[in-house]
């Protein structure tokens, strides 16, 4: 049964708050009021004008953006980031409006396809670890609830003919899911960009310049936008990649400059910080660290609640000091499955959460990856790790003709960093570049 537009208006207000906790707004006024502007004057010419549009950027690195139930939708600073023209945003931007005008989601969530999916960036984790309630709050699966190939297709078409409705060229909407597929191929299937919750319906790029060409036809000869150096002047400073102050891993030690603490790392297995919790897998799923926050004031207090959170079945608990602070330490089953390893630290009136989980035959493998994680919590005193900065993009003038890794190498860009560059431009690094014209560097 499919829900009504009511419930469809009430669910998206009741996840928008859980979005914006889980991945932070990103604040950038001319940006925020780049992406309302064009979010509602297309919301108005799409087949459901008489929802209210929501629009927010996410303080997130991933390539994404996604829509809930009721019109409420997202681009991470990531996708904000990678777009080289306001054509390529506008054609994002109708997919999207598409899914909400088409109902899609909302066809999903009446079919129970929102499952909780644990860890929010899609990593191979054991099912039997989404169960511990930390771990499930935190998979509102937003960011990677993957629609149907039909449902694709038909936002695709959407997303082609809203754009040209508002006057945008949209075969850039074609070159942009290329750049999609090429970060796709760079990162490997660990990293989940656009195409994991988009798939491709099938030759996506052929498929949208022609129905590009469709559009274009009945727009009679309208001379269509692609806008490309104004967008670039508009993300000119944006954060590019993960922003340090909230916390990065560097040398297996996380670093938090802005909580002054630091903890290793296990080598290998997969850091994910959101602003909610830090999770960290190993590479087959087999175990998990979460470090979230507890809300109680005291260490007693933070213990019963956990405890009592995941009706967890205690085996062994004492109280004792980490690095000069107070802990209390247990090992407990969250079912028949798991065991779970949890060390609460007060620091500096805080109370740190860590939980280490693995499978109960594997627990006493994975025991010294926990204990080496927890046991090494501490206060973090050096200035060159607290006085980090994030990248931004900048946006140089090419001084001459020349190929696009010429001027890139003449903005002392590192030759390691001159393919994911290329990409990020939307060009091939062979690509001419000419005297004066826009382009992205790193710095």
Not at 33 to 51: A, C, D, V
Not at 93 to 107: C, D, N, T, Y
Not at 151 to 168: C, F, I, M, N, R
Not at 292 to 320: Q, Y
């Amino acid at each position: 049964m499919l829900m009504s537009q009511n419930q469809e208006k009430a669910l998206g207000a009741s996840y928008d708050p859980l979005v914006i906790q889980q991945f932070g707004l990103y604040e950038d006024e001319k940006l925020q009021e780049f992406i309302t502007q064009h979010g509602k004057e297309m919301g108005r010419i799409s087949h459901r004008p008489e929802l209210d549009y929501q629009f927010r950027i996410l303080d997130s690195p991933v390539v994404n953006a996604f829509a809930v139930p009721g019109g409420y939708v997202y681009f991470t600073r990531g996708i904000m980031a990678h777009f080289n023209n306001e054509a390529e945003f506008a054609g994002v931007l109708g997919h999207e409006i598409g899914h909400v005008a088409a109902r899609h989601s909302a066809k999903q969530y009446s079919n129970q396809v929102l499952a909780q999916l644990g860890l929010v960036l899609g990593m191979v984790v054991s099912e039997e670890f989404r169960n511990y309630s930390d771990l499930a709050s935190a998979g509102l699966g937003l960011l990677f609830l993957s629609y149907s190939r039909k449902h694709e297709s038909q936002s695709d078409k959407l997303g082609v003919q809203y754009s040209t409705a508002v006057g945008y060229d949209a075969h850039e909407m074609a070159n942009f899911f290329q750049t999609i597929q090429r970060l796709q191929e760079q990162s490997g299937a660990g990293v989940p960009t656009l195409l994991s919750t988009h798939p491709d319906p099938g030759d996506r790029f052929n498929r949208v310049h022609q129905l590009a060409e469709k559009e274009q036809m009945k727009a009679q000869g309208r001379d269509l936008k692609v806008n490309r150096e104004s967008y670039l002047r508009m993300i000119d400073g944006i954060v590019y990649g993960e922003d340090p102050r909230q916390g990065y891993v560097d040398g297996n030690v996380f670093y938090h400059p802005t909580m002054r603490f630091q903890f290793p790392t296990p080598a290998g297995w997969q850091v994910v910080n959101m602003p909610s919790q830090v999770q960290i897998v190993q590479k087959d799923g087999k175990a998990a660290i979460i470090m979230s926050l507890a809300t109680e004031s005291s260490l007693a207090e933070a213990t019963r609640a956990a405890i009592a959170k995941d009706s967890l079945k205690v085996i062994s608990r004492r109280n004792t000091r980490i690095n000069g602070n107070d802990a209390v330490e247990l090992t407990a089953d969250l079912n028949e499955n798991v065991r779970l390893m949890m060390t609460l630290i007060n620091y500096n009136g805080v109370i740190y959460k860590f939980a280490g989980l693995a499978g109960t035959p594997d627990f006493n493998t994975y025991k010294p990856y926990f204990t080496k994680t927890f046991n090494g919590f501490k206060s973090l005193s050096d200035p060159a790790r607290i006085n980090v900065k994030p990248e931004r993009i900048r946006i140089k003038s090419v001084q001459k003709d020349q190929t696009l890794e010429e001027a890139l190498r003449s903005f002392g860009m590192p030759a390691d960093r001159l393919q994911e560059l290329a990409i990020l431009n939307g060009m091939q690094l062979n690509e001419g570049v000419q005297k004066g014209m826009l382009i992205k560097v790193v710095e």
